[in-house]
Nanobody
């Protein structure tokens, strides 16, 4: 079992930055591909970014490319999502997820463990 806890969310003005962290316990993250997903009000949860076990492979949804960066520190058992140039449409609850494979993946159904989420609100 892997327990995931997100932190770093909050209220920020458009154009600002936030850094989300996902801390894991129970297992070492080096065996897991990791992802970030988000759910905006009234919408389904959607893929944001993913990273393989080593950090060598990353995927991003088109709307965040060039603005968001996913990274990981296996020694610290953490995964980070650096979010820059935030837009109002980035407002959502952000979830960290882990999958029982070392590869990165886009599909939500490929992830086995989920955090509780952290709210990100971008204001004008």
């Amino acid at each position: 079992q892997v327990q995931l806890v997100e932190s770093g969310g909050g209220l920020v003005q458009a154009g600002g930055s936030l850094r989300l962290s996902c801390a894991a316990s129970g297992r070492t993250l080096s065996s897991y591909g990791m992802g970030w997903f988000r759910q905006a009000p009234g919408k389904e949860r959607a893929f944001v970014a993913a990273i393989n076990w080593s950090g060598a492979t990353t995927y991003y949804t088109d709307s965040v490319k060039g603005r968001f960066t996913i990274s990981r520190d296996n020694a610290k058992n953490t995964v980070t999502l650096q979010m820059n140039s935030l837009k109002i449409e980035d407002t959502a609850v952000y979830y960290c997820a882990a999958r029982g494979s070392r590869t990165a993946a886009v599909g939500q159904h490929l992830y086995d463990y989920w955090g509780q989420g952290t709210q990100v609100t971008v204001s004008s």
